[in-house]
């Protein structure tokens, strides 16, 4: 069995393109997985249960912490969501890399809880841009724009705590930017399984 593998967390405020970023990066990298939260917000149009969220009442979500069963958990302009650990814990297993799109306090939690995690923090180019942006996804109610919008300002001076910062401007450029880190990231020396690979070259040195 290879190295265990690790997570990516993706935050930046509502509207800036982390699941249009996501979904432009999942299919170029292979084996990243990404991880369906759990949410007690209703769906917006055309969001599907288990793909885009899981969609739980304030009960099931009370149960779930009970359980112990998310791995980190925040509470985000009223509504609760939380990363199941389940399937996580899984793909990590099986040294696949693992991206989560969640908000600043569920990031410091998973940095408290797995220093080795990649901490990835998504820009709108400017203020006027996320504020076209999120009215322009036009599936939010005018109350939680409003309250997404003035979130924002404080989730920004957040990215000093982050590894790395994309703009996301251009979109090609922002996914060629996220694949470069993830891959980079695999390359590191205390990610590699490189202790067995040596083993085999010195094996293959005394054979001759
Ligand atoms: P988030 O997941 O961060 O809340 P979304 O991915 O839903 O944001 O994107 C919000 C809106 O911005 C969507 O309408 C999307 O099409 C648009 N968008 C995302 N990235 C870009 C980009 N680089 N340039 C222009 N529009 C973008
Ligand atoms: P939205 O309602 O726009 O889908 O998400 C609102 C915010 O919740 C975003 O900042 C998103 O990253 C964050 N979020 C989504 N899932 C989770 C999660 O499982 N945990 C935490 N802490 N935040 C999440």
Redesign the pocket.
């Known amino acids: 069995m290879g190295k265990r593998g690790f997570l990516v967390v993706l935050s ?10 996501l979904n432009a990066v999942l299919p170029t990298v292979e084996g990243l997985k990404y991880s369906v939260s759990a949410t007690t917000r209703p769906p917006r149009p055309g969001e599907v249960h288990g793909r885009d969220y899981f969609f739980v009442s304030d009960e099931e979500f009370d149960a779930m912490l009970e359980r112990g069963e998310l791995l980190e958990w925040a509470e985000f302009v009223g509504r609760r969501y939380g990363t199941p650990r389940r399937y996580v814990d899984q793909c990590l297993a099986q040294g696949l890399t693992v991206i989560l ?1 969640i908000d600043i306090q569920g990031a410091a939690q998973v940095r408290a809880a797995m220093p080795e995690a990649v901490l990835v923090f ?1 820009l709108p180019p400017s203020l006027e841009e996320l504020r076209r ?2 009215y ?2 036009g599936k939010d109610p005018e109350a939680a724009i409003v309250k997404r919008l003035s979130a924002a300002k404080h989730e920004l001076a957040a990215v000093t705590d982050y590894d790395y910062v994309i703009v ?4 090609a450029k ?1 996914r060629d930017e996220l694949r470069a880190i993830i891959l980079a990231e695999r390359c590191r020396v205390s990610r590699s399984d490189y202790p067995s690979l040596i083993a085999r070259l010195n094996q293959e040195g005394t054979n001759r």
């Open positions: 930046g405020p509502s509207g800036v393109g982390k699941n249009t970023l799109d998504l942006r999120i322009g996804r996301n401007d251009d979109l922002a």
